[in-house]
Nanobody, 124 residues
Framework: QVQLVDSGGGLVQAGGSLRLACAAS??????CAWFRQAPGKEREFVAT????????YYADSVKGRFTISRDNAKNTVYLQMNGLKPEDTAVYYC???????????????????WGQGTQVTVSS
């Protein structure tokens, strides 16, 4: 059974840091990504990385502040978030894609499996 389990969210002050984790099980993938959804807004792309841990790609809004990485031994993808801003407040979702043909997949429909989400709240 394929499963993605998100964790690591919480409440942090502006300028602070959090590290999210996504533990994957059940099969291998080609891409793993993070998306987020703020209240009243559509889910948006944050970052993606290959299953082997290469070719990270970021949304402009988080570039230079967030880092996506993968631990092959633990089958876990991380999102290190530094310099957090109130506008980063959202539920963050991990996603995984099976097919590797599409470079830097960034759309919701590009991903086959999703985690349950973890809440990140940044206070001003």
């Amino acid at each position: 059974q394929v499963q993605l389990v998100d964790s690591g969210g919480g409440l942090v002050q502006a300028g602070g840091s959090l590290r999210l984790a996504c533990a994957a099980s059940g099969r291998t993938f080609n891409w793993c990504a993070w998306f987020r959804q703020a209240p009243g807004k559509e889910r948006e792309f944050v970052a993606t990385i290959t299953w082997s841990g290469t070719s990270p790609y970021y949304a402009d809004s988080v570039k230079g502040r967030f880092t996506i990485s993968r631990d092959n031994a633990k089958n876990t993808v991380y999102l290190q978030m530094n310099g957090l801003k109130p506008e980063d407040t959202a539920v963050y979702y991990c996603a995984a894609r099976i097919n590797g043909a599409l470079p830097y997949p960034r759309r919701i429909i590009d991903y086959n499996y999703w985690g349950q989400g973890t809440q990140v709240t940044v206070s001003s």
